[in-house]
């Protein structure tokens, strides 16, 4: 099959943006635009999904504070039973 060449504008934030982003996916961009063409072509349908899911910063603190917790577990609060757990998280 020949290949052609394809010009386009972008935003050159947006542009270094989605170059690192399809980097750390181990592609480059011509890999990822031409992924994402054969997706469309094949399922005839915009948009897809292709994502790294990298949680928000307030996940990522949970996800630390449950870290220490386990590590010293008088950080957190234990309860005898759900009602008084649930008495403190409502109350």
Known sequence: MAATNVTM??????????????????????????????QAVREQRIPFDISMRVPNSETIEAIEEVRAMKKNPS???????????????LG
């Not at 504008?9 to 992924?35: A, I």
């Not at 957190?76 to 403190?88: A, F, L, R, S």
């Open 9 to 38: 504008r972008m935003d050159e934030e947006l542009k270094t943006q989605l170059q690192e982003l399809v980097s750390n996916l181990g592609m480059d961009m011509t890999t990822f635009f031409t992924l994402s063409a054969k």
């Open 75 to 89: 950080l957190g609060k234990t309860y005898t039973n759900v009602d008084d757990m649930m008495k403190e998280l």
